[in-house]
C-alpha cells in the first residue's frame, strides 16, 4: 500500500487512461454508413436495417422479418418480404401457395392421362367386340387382339392421327403410318379421319387416302381403296363415307365423292359418283339400286346381290 500523497500513489494516479468517448463513424470510401443497433457495416451500397442486422450485397438491401425466397428477376423493386440480390421476393406463404398451384397442375395433368387411358381402353374394346360381331372366324378376344391385322392398323392409325394434328409431330405421323403398313399391309394416311368401331377384314391391300372420312360402324374388306382423283393440293380429294357402310373386296370409290349412310359397294366396283344411303353400288361404273323391299335390311340385301362378293 501507499501512503497519501506518495510518490508512488501520484505516478499510479498518472499513469490511468481516462474513458475513451466513443467517436461517431465517419465516411469511407464513399459510401453512407448507417447503425445497426450500435454496430456498423460498410459496403458499397446503401443498407438498410433487417431487425437491428444487415445484410450488404451488389444491391439495395430490403428488410426481412425472417426467412427470404427469391423469384424472377424483375429489378430492385421492393415488397414486404424480400432477400436474395437482384430478383423480387416473396415470402414463404407465397412459396406455399406456389407451391400448392403446381400440385393442383400436375394433378390435374394426372387426371387427364387417366382419362384419355380410360377412353383408349373403351375403345379398345368396342373395336374388339366391332370384328367379333362382323368376322365369324372370330374365336375370342384375345384371338382377335392378337391376330386381326385390320385391328392393328386402325390402333396405329388412331395414335399416327393424333400426332398428325401438331406441325412438330407430323414427320414421327408418318413414320408410324409407314411402320403399320410395313406390319399390317394396310395403308392410312394420319390426316384421314375415321370413326369408331371401324373394321377391315383381313386388312391386305387397303388403301385410305388422306382427306378421306370414314364414319362409325364401317367395314371394309381387304384391296378396298378410297382414293382421289386429282393432283392438286389443299382440296378435299377422298370420299366421304357415311355410318354403317359395307365395301366390298376390291372395291375402288374415288374423288371428293359421298357414300350415303347404310349404302353398300359391290366387290371390284369402281365408284365415282354419290352414292344415296341405303343404296347398293355395283359394277363398272358402279350403277345404284335401292333395296327391293320396304324396310329391307341392308345387310340382308348383299346376299342378293352376287357382284358383292366376286
Known amino acids: 500500500m501507499y501512503a497519501v500523497g506518495s510518490p508512488s500513489a501520484s505516478l499510479s494516479r498518472a499513469t490511468v487512461p481516462a474513458a475513451a468517448t466513443p467517436e461517431a463513424p465517419t ?22 436495417p433487417i431487425g437491428g442486422l444487415y ?30 440480390a437482384g430478383v423480387n421476393n416473396r415470402p414463404i406463404g407465397g412459396l406455399l401457395t406456389a407451391a400448392a398451384g403446381r ?16 377412353i383408349a381402353r373403351d375403345r379398345v ?24 391385322p385390320g385391328l392393328h392398323a386402325i390402333w396405329a392409325h388412331r395414335l399416327a392421327h393424333q400426332l398428325w394434328q401438331h406441325p412438330s409431330t407430323k414427320p414421327a405421323a408418318r413414320l408410324l403410318s409407314t411402320a ?14 375415321i370413326g369408331r368401331r371401324f373394321f377391315i377384314d383381313h386388312g391386305m391391300g387397303v388403301v385410305i387416302g388422306e382427306t378421306a372420312e370414314v364414319g ?33 373386296t376390291g372395291a375402288r370409290v374415288l374423288g371428293a365423292i359421298d357414300i350415303g349412310a347404310g349404302a353398300q ?38 346376299f342378293r346381290e ?3 362378293f366376286i
Not at 445484410?55 to 424472377?72: H, K, M, S
Request: net charge negative.
Open 27 to 48: 465516411e469511407d470510401s464513399g459510401v453512407n454508413i448507417r447503425p445497426i443497433g450500435g454496430l456498423y457495416a460498410a459496403d458499397g451500397v446503401n443498407n438498410r
Open 55 to 84: 445484410a450488404a450485397d451488389d444491391v439495395n438491401n430490403r428488410p426481412i422479418g425472417g426467412l427470404l425466397t427469391g423469384t424472377e428477376k424483375s429489378g430492385p423493386q421492393e415488397h414486404p418480404a424480400s432477400g436474395a
Open 103 to 118: 400440385g393442383r397442375r400436375a394433378g390435374g395433368a394426372l387426371r387427364g392421362i387417366r382419362k384419355a387411358v380410360g
Open 125 to 148: 374394346r368396342e373395336d374388339i367386340d366391332a370384328a367379333i360381331a362382323r368376322d365369324p372366324a372370330a374365336a375370342t378376344r384375345a384371338d382377335v387382339a392378337f391376330n386381326s
Open 180 to 193: 403399320a403398313r410395313a406390319v399390317t399391309g394396310v395403308e392410312i394416311h394420319p390426316g384421314a379421319q
Open 216 to 248: 362409325d360402324d364401317v367395314m371394309l374388306y381387304h384391296g378396298v381403296t378410297l382414293g382421289g382423283r386429282t393432283l392438286a393440293r389443299g382440296h378435299k380429294r377422298h370420299p366421304t363415307v357415311g355410318d354403317g357402310v359395307t365395301i366390298g
Open 265 to 302: 359397294i359391290g366387290a371390284n366396283s369402281v365408284v365415282v359418283k354419290d352414292v344415296p344411303a341405303g343404296a347398293i353400288a355395283t359394277g363398272i361404273p358402279a350403277s345404284l339400286r335401292m333395296p327391293t323391299e320396304p324396310g329391307e335390311d341392308p345387310y340382308e340385301a348383299l
Open 306 to 308: 352376287p357382284a358383292l
